[in-house]
Structures are given as C-alpha cells and as structure tokens.
C-alpha cells in the first residue's frame, strides 16, 4: 500500500476537477432523513457527512436493479447480443463497510463463471472511499466489515486538516498525480490516523457476538418456536434484501418489444423473503413461511459464505435494521441465537 | 462468441413426440455444429431452455449421453415456458444454455455394483439419461431394478423403453398406479410399496431417486429399513433454478445450490443440508 496526504485546502479542488472529468456519483442528502449515491455536477451538492446510512447501497451501480442481460433480434436468422455499458465511472465517498461489500460482489460475481454484465461496469469503476463515524445501526465491528483492506483505489481518512490517503491501485495513484498535490505521509499521518481509528473503533454502540455462531446457528436451526419468535412480526415484504449491500438474488425473464422481433432477457433484483421466491411450477412452495424464509436469509447472511468465501456476507452496515417496517434487528438476532444456545 | 454466461447457443426442435396428455418429448439438436460438439452431459445435469419471447426455465436432459448428435427434454406443461414448449412446432428454434450441475448420477461410481431407480411420475425422465447410458454398458452392472409409480395408466412415460426393459432378463421392472382403469392388471399404490421387495445386498447397490418433492420423505425411510447406505443412495433435488450458472441464488439448499452443487446430491449430503427434502 502507498500512503499519501491531501491537505483540506487541497481537497476541494481535486474533488471538483474529478467532477467535471467524469461521471461521478457521490452521496446526496435527498431529504431530512436520507442520503443515496447518485450522479453529481456540483461539489456543493457532495455531502460526505451522512449520519446514516444511504437509503440504496452502491451496488445498484453495478449492478442495477433492473438490466438488460441479452438482447435478441427474431427474423430469417435469431440475432443474439450482449449489451454492455462503457462509461468510466467514479464512486465517491463510500465507506469502509459498503467498500467491504463492494468487494463480496466482486467475488461472489467472479465465482467459478465471470458475471460480464456485472464486470462491464466494474472494471470501469474507480471507488474513492472515506472513512466516516459509524451510524447507529452499524455493527461493522462486530463482523470484522469496519477497516477496508482493498476493493479501493483511494481510501481517505479525515484528519482535521488533512485527509490521509491509502493508494490502493496505480489508477488510484494516476488520479492523484494529475489531479492533486499531495505529500508522502509521514510518522505524524500515521499517528493521526491511528487515534481517528481508535476513536472510530470504539464508536460502534451496536454488537453483535459472533463467536460461535457458525456451530450456534445450526443448533438453533431447526428450533421452530425460536424462529416463531423472531419472524413474528416480518411482513415478508423483501425491502432487508433490497437495501442490502450483498444481497446478489434476481430474477430472469424475457421482455418483447410490441412487434414481437426484438426481444431483451432482463435481470431485476428478488428478495428471499418474498413468498413467492421458492415456489416451482406446480405450486410447490419449498419455503412457504416467514420463518423458513427469515432463517435462510440469515443462513445467507451469516453462515454460507463463512464457508466458501472464508467471511460472511453480512458486513454490518445496519440498512436492513433501518429499513424494516417491523423493527427486526439482525444484530440482536444474532446475539438471540447464543442466548437461545446457552440457555 | 462474447463471453456472456446468460447468451444461449441456438439450437433447433427436430423432433416432438406426445407421449401423454401433459408431457411432450422435445428432440433438439444444436444449429451450429461447433454447440452441438461441445455439448457433452452427464446424466443428472440440466439445461437451462429459452422459448423467445416467453422466458428461460431449467429442464432435465433426459437422452442417453452417448448419443452426440441431439439431446431430449421431457415436458410437463405446467409453468409459463413449459405451456410454450407444448406450442412450438417442429423446427422451431429454441435458445440452450448448459449442460449445468456437477452433482450427477453415480454412473462411474455403480460400476460393479446393483443399480435400483426409483422413479415418481415425471421423475422417470431425468432417470433416463442414467437409465439409457446402464443400458449401453449393461455387462459392467450387475442385477438392475427399475421401481416406476405414476397416476394413472395414461400418465405412464417411456412405455416403449419399460416393454424393451420387461423384454429382458437382465432388468427386473416394476410398475405402479395410484388410479388404475379397468384394463390396468399391474401394481396398484405408490412406488415405496414395492420398496420392501428389493433383495439386492445394502453394501453393493447404488439407488438413484426421483420424483416430486413429498416422495423422497417416504422413500428414504423404506430404504433405510433396508440398511441401504447414505453414501450411496442419491436425490435429483428440484428447485427453481433461475440462472442455472449459481448467480442468481433460488435455488439454495442450506449452504449449497442445486444448479451448481446438484441437481443430484448423496443422502448423506441431503441429511447435512437442512430442509433439502
């Protein structure tokens, strides 16, 4: 890793010469209550300092929720093609977490078979990255999610009057080069940095205990009155799914024009928790009931991935707490699931 | 070609036999001769079928695997793509992606040993792939028993391959109805009846499984009176298998998928998989 600093007098020039280079998406306060990652012109419009988390989470950059997989031309001959986006794009002010996130995409989309919708628009991606005090909700601590290791090509951190900056690729470092004046970080950067991530360390108020839940979860699996409880109020309404920054389902269907030539296979996004996500044609239903359906998202979440990725997708971000409509708390149901254990 | 999982290989409907009022044998091959070579499958895997316009859905290949120049899909039209298949026309052209799934019948593993199929209803189609390929290589088996329940005496696939099957000494079948009509002189119940009638040795018999979702359950548990061994007993798992490349995540069993680790798992892994069947 490299290690720059930008001074704040600095900053604001190299953001708005990035502005007006490229296509750059950053966080924006919508209203009183939320921000969202979306297109910017402005510097003025750029709002790093969210106190929540943004409403959508920045993979619906990558990976949208609705695209165009393939398109089809019916006729003499069937003509079929890819349609594939081709803009340089950068994300800005994305923080550790949701960078962490970022980075299970990467590697659940590159598993076994590259996903080249998905790519198209990743490899044209540069994530600037920021560390930011966490909200609330967030129990990134918890699942080890809070420090980004890679997944960025910058990563600053706020300093007061500087930002110290991780150069996490040689576009990362090109970027700084032509746009800003930095300096080498030094010993006191370093010190700085180490006291803002003490602090920031010690600021998360959520926790979830994971120690043991691998063994714990399959334990309490099958105990249906635990999973009654927890899934009492859900309305299965899928929104946990739709603002999490890992959650990957989607659905597959065909879409023809009204001439019935040109045709288009679309992806949208899917949520397990919807009832109908496990019904087969015929009307079985393998996972007719909320709690069949909760329980899987966490097997999802804070299980499946711990084996074959080596980490669980579960980054902390707290979303899916804020989000539900019935107050159901991923966090405190980790923490139920020992409870329920060590009874 | 791009390099684009979700972009099919065109291939083309030669043939379309009815075999029954609901299910329909499709014959397809590719168009281009290059597909068409690349596409070698084990018996178990799936493919994943485009009718234009309709959708995309997940069907077992059904055809011998030694056959290279086309493969079979048999048809139930019960969802929105299989009520389309049942309109297509000989000729029609259709998009195919796969062959998918590495979970596939034991058919190297059962060499050597007694193979006994037991088949629910359409079950006995993705069986055939396996079936058919035992067949070919018969001497390398040994004893061969094929357990087939369906609805009704109409419902019965494949009847010309189970007379050819009956016509040998070397395959013993038996086949039951539920509701049989006045002609039907058969078995009459469902297949895990006739479960207890097997007298192959537990250690030395493969069983391969097929059928809809409530018949594993019962199926099992006759088995295992009979000391069958988990290892060695395998389930074709159905579920809605949306991308078929494991993206897209429906069909999650526990920790694994069906399209990618399946669609054919061990009893054993099927025990440590919760709520598989």
């Known amino acids: 890793m490299l290690y720059k600093v930008i001074k704040k007098v600095d900053y604001k020039e190299f953001v708005s010469k990035l502005i007006s280079d490229f296509e750059f998406i950053g966080p924006v306060k919508k209203d009183i209550a939320t921000h969202d990652f979306v297109r910017i012109n402005d510097f003025s419009k750029l709002d790093i300092n969210y106190k929540r988390t943004t409403i959508a989470p920045a993979k619906k950059i990558l990976f949208p929720s609705t695209e165009v997989l393939i398109q089809y031309e019916i006729g003499e001959d069937i003509k079929i093609s890819s349609v594939y986006e081709a803009k340089e794009k950068i994300l800005f002010g994305i923080d550790a977490c949701d960078v962490n996130g970022l980075s299970f995409l990467d590697r659940f989309f590159s598993e076994d078979l590259i996903d080249e919708p998905y790519f198209s628009r990743r490899r044209k991606l540069t994530v600037i990255g920021i560390d930011r005090m966490p909200s609330k909700t967030n129990f990134s601590l918890s699942m080890g999610k809070e420090y980004a290791k890679d997944g960025f090509d910058l990563f600053l951190t706020d300093l007061k009057d500087r930002y110290f900056v991780r150069v996490g690729s040689e576009k990362g470092n090109g970027l700084l080069s032509k746009y800003a004046i930095t300096s080498a970080a030094g010993d006191e950067d370093f010190k700085g940095y180490n006291k803002f991530m003490d602090t920031y360390r010690k600021s998360f108020k959520l926790k979830a205990d994971v120690a043991n839940l691998y063994d714990n979860f399959e334990q309490v699996y099958d105990d249906a009155q635990f999973w009654k409880k927890i899934a009492k109020d859900c309305y299965s309404c899928g929104s946990c799914c739709l603002v999490c920054p890992t959650c990957f389902c989607f659905n597959v269907k065909d879409d023809m024009e009204l001439n019935l030539k040109k045709g288009n296979k679309i992806r949208e996004w899917d949520s397990c928790m919807i009832p109908e996500y496990g019904l087969v044609a015929g009307s079985h239903n393998f996972r007719p009931t909320k709690e069949n359906r909760l329980k899987q998202r966490y097997r999802c979440k804070i299980k499946t991935f711990a084996d074959r990725f080596g980490s669980n997708s579960c980054v902390g971000c707290g979303r899916c707490i804020e989000a539900c409509l019935a107050k159901i708390n991923i966090a405190e149901d980790i923490n139920s699931v020992k409870k329920e254990v060590s009874v | ?277």
């Open chain 2, 1 to 277: 070609m791009e390099n684009n999982i979700y972009i099919p290989d065109l291939a083309r409907i030669t043939r379309i036999e009815t075999v029954t009022p609901l299910e329909k044998i499709f014959d397809i091959s590719f168009i281009e001769k290059e597909a068409q070579k690349k596409f070698n499958f084990m018996p178990g895997q799936f493919v994943e079928l485009t009718v234009f316009g309709v959708g995309e859905a997940p069907f077992s290949i059904t055809s011998n695997p030694n056959n290279k120049d086309k493969f079979q899909l048999c048809i139930r039209a019960v969802g929105s793509v299989s009520k389309a298949t049942h309109v297509l026309k000989e000729g029609a052209r259709v998009g195919i992606r796969g062959p998918f799934g590495k979970g596939t019948f034991p058919y190297k593993e059962a060499k050597g040993h007694n193979v006994l199929a037991i088949a629910g209803g359409l079950g006995l189609a993705p069986l055939m792939s396996f079936l058919t390929y035992v067949m070919d290589f018969r001497d390398q088996y040994k004893n061969l028993m094929i357990i087939y329940g369906a609805v009704n005496p109409t419902n019965i696939l494949y009847k010309n391959e189970i007379a050819y099957w009956n016509s040998r000494d070397d395959v013993s079948v038996c086949v039951t109805v539920d509701n049989p009509d006045d002609k039907w002189t058969g078995e009459i119940g469902v297949c895990t009846k006739l479960i207890p009638r097997v007298d192959f040795k537990p250690d030395d018999t493969y069983t391969i499984v097929c059928g809809p979702p409530v018949m594993y359950k019962y199926v099992v548990v006759e088995l295992e009176k009979k000391n069958f061994k988990e290892d060695k007993i395998f389930l074709s798992l159905e579920r809605r298998m949306e991308c078929g490349v494991g993206k897209c995540n429906h069909c999650h069993i526990g920790d694994k998928l069906a399209c990618v680790d399946g669609p054919v798992f061990s009893l054993w892994d099927v025990r440590n998989l919760k709520e598989a069947i």
